[in-house]
């Protein structure tokens, strides 16, 4: 799918009219034509003449279809407040909240609503990554030891003994940086491995009061699940890569991401903690316990991690924002790097970024094919083919998109020009199809291949 290829910009369109002016004035001038026929003549050429409009996607048809789309969410009853904002060619095509982003204390869901984004954290510290990356401070297939002697000598699991005793060999090769940025470190993020789980338990490297530093020194002394490069296994590899940008750039890593990427993209309302004075803004949290059935998370547990200053600055999770602060990330992805002017990355990088990594002998890939066709790169899922049936979610070939564990969503279209921001607050995750049925709304009902 390619929704601009025939077209081409008002820039270009203005080039073109102002050099033809030029060469047809030359010629004129060059004729032996009286004064009053060359004077006729240039007023026709320098007229004004009528500008190209840009032709969007996202006309009043889609629009029409993503209000219904949403809508239907909140009036079901399976969500208490949903919002989008969505972007193409760098102008707002679209922006609508519905519903509640506090049902009982009746406050609307807005576009100035803050949201806990979870794991839409981790695209944020991946650019943070590879911006050191393109100050050459390390390779991507380095050992991680190289730099975190903690994750030295790993052993990996091989289930347990009679006794119920893991049973531990040598790490086949290290955990490379590459690894971390790709989910296949072999980090185990499950609560039933056989006396695995327990250790993790009992280690917790995640713990709030953890600073990145004790997080890494449990992580380093808990056992793989599997060898390094042998499976995709969603987990904590991010955080660590939190851990890898304070080492190598020397401050803390929640200093590194202000000073390199929310401060310089005016991303003033993303932080991990919320001051008093926004929390009228934080819209709270609901599980979704049956259909149309929606219980209020204690606002206690929901907000734990951003009312309260910890020591952990996690790169997996903790980030909260609103709907126009992640649209400048988004919009700094599809322009290669660049927002209003601010280089954060190299076009280059964002390509490398939003390109799989993941080779055909890793086959063992946990729920990532549930995303349809896609691979991984560097933070994100990156789809390889477009839809293969009406079940797929729906997307376009070199989209790079990631989401979040409360159904938050975004996506980076660079063949269209389009990224699109989903936010919601609902448990457990993406339960009823918003996800699918968002992006069918933008991208229209599935079309089989001719």
């Known amino acids: 799918m390619n929704l601009t290829s025939y077209k081409i910009t008002e820039q270009k369109t203005q080039t073109y009219i102002y050099l033809t002016t030029y060469l047809a004035i030359t010629q004129i001038m ?29 006309d009043q048809t889609v629009k029409n279809r993503i209000d219904s789309t949403l809508n239907s969410f909140v009036e079901s009853g399976n969500v208490a407040g949903i919002s989008a904002l969505v972007y193409e060619k760098g102008e707002e095509v ?11 204390a009746g406050v609307p869901m807005d576009r100035n609503t803050i949201v806990k984004i979870y794991s839409m954290t981790k695209p944020v510290t991946g650019v943070a990554l590879m911006s050191l990356y393109e100050e050459g401070k390390f390779q991507l297939d380095d050992p991680l030891e190289m730099y975190l002697p903690e994750f030295s000598d790993m ?44 250790v993790m338990a009992e280690k917790d490297a995640r713990s709030f009061n953890n600073t990145l530093a004790s997080m890494a020194q449990k992580m380093g002394s808990t056992p793989l699940w599997f060898h390094p490069g042998t499976q995709w296994e969603y987990g904590l590899s991010v955080d660590v890569q939190a851990y890898l940008v304070e080492k190598i750039a020397g401050v803390p890593y929640k200093e590194y991401v202000q000073q390199t990427i929310l401060d310089p993209l005016g991303m003033n ?8 004075n926004l929390r009228n803004r934080v819209a709270a949290m609901y599980n979704r316990t049956g259909e149309g059935q929606l219980e209020r998370v204690p606002d206690s547990t929901a907000h734990e991690f951003n009312f309260k200053q910890w020591p952990l600055t996690p790169g997996g999770f903790g980030l909260t924002s609103t709907l126009d602060d992640y649209m400048k990330f988004a919009q700094m992805l599809v322009n290669n790097g660049s927002y209003k002017g601010v280089q954060i990355l190299k076009p280059e990088t964002i390509k490398l970024m939003s390109t799989d990594h993941l080779p055909d002998s890793i086959t063992e890939k946990s729920w990532l094919p549930s995303k349809g066709n896609v691979g991984f790169g560097i933070d994100f899922a990156v789809r390889k083919a477009p839809p293969s049936d009406e079940k797929e979610n729906n997307g376009v070939v070199g989209e790079f998109f990631w989401d979040g564990a409360a159904s938050t969503l975004f996506w980076v279209d660079p063949v269209n020009e389009i990224t699109a921001v989903l936010f919601v607050q609902l448990f457990p995750y993406d339960g009823i199809g918003l996800h699918k049925k968002f992006r069918d709304a933008v991208y229209g009902p599935y079309k089989a291949p001719n």
């Not at 052993?155 to 590459?178: C, H, T, W």
């Open 30 to 58: 060059k004729t032996s034509l009286s004064p009053l026929v060359i004077i006729l003549l240039l007023l026709s050429f320098c007229s004004p003449k009528e500008e190209t409009k840009i032709e969007f996607w996202v």
């Open 94 to 104: 679209y922006f609508n909240a519905f519903g509640y982003a506090d049902r009982e």
């Open 155 to 198: 052993k990996v699991y091989q289930g347990v003994d009679k006794d119920g005793k893991m049973i531990l060999v040598d790490a086949e090769r290290p955990i490379s940086i590459r690894d971390i940025t790709r989910h296949t470190a072999g980090f185990p993020n499950r609560n039933d491995i056989p006396g695995l789980s327990e």
């Open 269 to 276: 309302e993303t932080q991990y903690y919320v001051p008093e």
